[in-house]
């Protein structure tokens, strides 16, 4: 088994490392890696409804959509995340408690009341530290899971606050559930650092033929390839998303503006606004415009620009309207 400390944090680079191990590395893989302030949402997910789209905005936070299915989770560099790549005609989706055993032991040798529970969570006393996902690719699996050692949770919370009532679609939802950081749980405080070696070190020493390995510039190359067409685009982390309905209303200094959309492969394909605002120039042209425009800010920006706003929404900004698209 090859182990791998992946020193990378940009989150694009490193979700795309996980499919290049599952695809083009044909050995037996463990590795460890960070990312900075990114939310990671599941593959059959709708992008947009799982996320607090001002507060990612604001914050500058990644946005990457994985290939494995399950639920949306925060990363930041208080997360230690660890992936399983591992070939076998055995290979399924209910493995996923035999992937988490070592991280079980480590945190059990640490003191903390770690155990699996229900269909593929991590637990320290009845809350949780970590969730894991899987996909398989032809006759092998990729495993891998975000462990909470010492993360914000303001940030968490905050980042996946969302209102469900907005959207209408048949997209897999997260479901909340209480969380906790494993360092509050340790009987001796470690760092995340510390941390990362220990479990490394417990690989290393119990699997078989287990040895260290760092990416070559080849792999380096075609990750970096995978990344920048894949995972960094707008394509794969939003319009990716399942076919959905959308529902906002806001209130303005010319009055109620409720937007309704309904959108398909990232793309609106009907428009329709209500509101007890004024207009000189009536709102249909606007509605028109939107269609067939992607449902992404800097695109819908560039059709509004082409109208006098104010002519179409009494005392309604551009903002407003970009407002209550999200």
């Known amino acids: 088994m090859l182990c791998i400390y992946h020193e990378s944090t940009d989150p694009y680079f490193n979700v795309a490392t996980d499919e290049y191990i599952l695809k083009h590395i044909e050995e037996d893989c463990f590795m460890l890696w960070r990312n900075d302030n990114a939310i990671i949402v599941g593959q059959y997910q709708n992008t947009l409804a799982e996320i607090n789209y001002n507060y990612v905005k604001e914050h500058n936070i990644a946005v990457v959509r994985r290939i494995s299915g399950g639920g949306a989770v925060y990363h930041d560099l208080g ?16 493995d996923f408690e035999k992937f988490t055993q070592p991280i079980i032991q480590v945190l059990q040798e640490l003191g903390a009341n770690a155990r699996f529970e229900g269909k593929n969570d991590l637990m320290i006393d009845g809350k949780k530290i970590a969730g894991n996902a899987a996909h398989i690719h ?35 939802k997260s ?30 020493t119990n699997y078989p033929n287990a040895h260290l390995y760092e990416f ?21 982390n939003y319009g990716k998303s399942p076919e959905y309905n959308f529902k906002k209303a806001i209130r303005t200094n010319g009055g109620l503006l409720e937007m309704n959309l309904e959108v398909k492969n990232g793309i609106i394909e009907k428009a329709k606004i209500f509101g007890d ?23 819908l920006r ?19 309207l970009i407002n209550a698209m999200f």
């Open 79 to 94: 997360n230690l995340n660890f992936s399983f790549t591992q070939s076998g005609k055995n290979s399924s989706l209910s």
């Open 138 to 172: 032809k006759n092998k699996i990729l495993h891998h899971g975000c462990l909470l050692f010492a993360s914000e949770m303001r940030n968490v919370s905050e980042a996946l606050k969302i209102n469900p009532i907005k959207y209408i679609d048949k997209a897999i």
């Open 175 to 204: 479901v909340p559930k209480r969380v906790t950081n494993i360092s509050e749980h340790l009987k001796t405080p470690i760092s995340i650092e510390v941390f990362t070696e220990k479990l490394m070190n417990h690989v290393l």
């Open 216 to 236: 070559t510039k080849e792999d380096k190359k075609n990750i970096q390839k995978l990344r920048d067409e894949k995972y960094a685009t707008h394509e794969w």
């Open 277 to 299: 605002f004024f207009s000189e120039k009536g709102i249909a042209e606007v509605e028109d415009a939107l269609v067939h425009t992607l449902h992404k800010e800097m695109e």
């Open 302 to 320: 560039k059709v509004l620009s082409q109208f006098s706003i104010e002519q179409h929404f009494r005392n309604i900004t551009e903002d407003d």
